[in-house]
């Protein structure tokens, strides 16, 4: 995410909106200002806030506007220096929202798949958008000390997996960089949050900071399309599962739940047992 925001700061900075377009009708989740409002804005910063991407706007009214997407799993952004001129309509296809600078470059917002998750919000105060306001401390900012990961850790009678993930305790590790930072810590995802002694917690500490790192300098400079194929390729175990561990070469193995599943490898974390996956006990029974 911090890649895609430094690519979008280089490409959109100092660009003047024209119009905004909406294919996917649930994408949008605010209605106060109104998209029209973005007409003639001129995109000053693009940051990022856990996994939300924030293009900062001064509207000609003089007041700042907020355009906040949260590309959830199968969302991407896709930049073009020169947009269809036809307008974006509603359809079938992945194309969830659309914004066309007045010198006809842009990015479309598209999201594969049929769980519509993507989200757009319109803002005059990035707070305002939920998730944000509750999101938990960015892992490479500099006060994320370990002491500041022990106090997020203990009492949490959790799976460090989950806990990892939780946008609201950590922002911006997500499903696929915990798997990542939990196999190259040698850690299995289901040990309990509250049972890390203090040297675990500053060697995930170090791990958490050295793949987060890691991962933004590989992507750092590749544009947004670029991006996806290079997130993958860096990948050890997640998404992974069949194939062999690149540290050790056992089989990565995976757990899969209602909506997600992780990756991990037996012998680099949970001393060769694999963990139960009850989807596919049940299965099995
Ligand atoms: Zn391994």
Redesign the pocket.
Known sequence: MQSLAADLRQRAGGRVIDRAEIAEFSVLKTYDPPLAALVGAVVGDVTRYGKFLDLVTAAPDGGTLHLVTHLARAGWLRWRDEMPASPARPGKGPLAFRLVFADGAGFDLTEAGTRKRLAVYLVRDPADVPGIASLGPDPLAPDFTPEVLGGLLAGRRTQIKGVLRDQKIIAGIGNAYSDEVLHAARMSPFRLASSLTEADVAALHAVIVSTLTSAIERSSGLAAADLKAEKKSGLAVHGRAGEK?P????VIREVSFADSALQY?P??QTGGKPLADRRLSRLLK
Do not use: I, Q
């Open positions: 561990c540290v050790c070469g056992d490898c012998t680099c």
